[in-house]
């Protein structure tokens, strides 16, 4: 939790030193379908990672950062199917849109697409590591914003789709950011299930384990 929030604040002070200086740039971004959500600077991020891996693996990488309501079962992969013409085969989009209704019953917002243009480019990344590399940032009940939140979770959602899909070519790409959150997450889903097995052995199998063993002495 302390990583996270320090790097949002790492992010905010290198959002607020860049972004004077990158608004010029930006205009020729190339990796943006759609962006109302996203800071000039986590978009000039963006498109240098995407830059760096269509040079390098020839896959071209697309964001659409959406604040569009879309209604429940919205279909995402319709939807960007008006931005084809911007777009470049091979190709992969990520898809952020937070305030796309997920169930009306239980009023949850928030949807993530991945959607390759064929079945080689979807071999080349795990779905549920890129998605879930945003979402344990923006789930995140801390003192930093939406707005933030939202920033870090599409980069580095983007920045492990990009890596995934650049390793499965055997590239190294230097622009990407470590995924320390997911390795934060692994290792407090291995304490909770080392804490389980713990408590499991002392109030269950311990229990029943001296039961026998005194059984037997008897």
Partial sequence: M????????????LFALLAF??????????????????????VHII???????????GIHSYVIATSEHFPERFNLVEYSKQYEANMSRPYVIYV???YATITKKSEVRGRVGIIPSSDEVRALYDYDNVRDAGINIVAIKDSNTDEDKFNIGVLQAYSVLADQIAASKDVK???TIPDEMGTMVMILRILVYSGTAILLW?????????????????
Wanted: no cysteine.
């Fill in 2 to 13: 302390h990583k996270v929030k320090l790097r949002v604040s790492l992010y905010k002070r």
């Fill in 47 to 57: 498109d240098e990672i995407g830059k760096e891996l269509q040079k390098t693996t």
């Fill in 173 to 175: 790409l230097t622009k």
């Fill in 202 to 218: 002392i109030f269950v199998l311990r229990p029943l384990w001296l039961r026998r063993k005194n059984g037997n002495k008897e």
């Fill in 21 to 42: 200086m990158l608004a010029p740039l930006l205009l020729d971004a190339t990796q943006l379908l759609r962006n109302d959500l996203l800071k000039l600077e986590a």
């Fill in 96 to 98: 952020f849109a937070p």
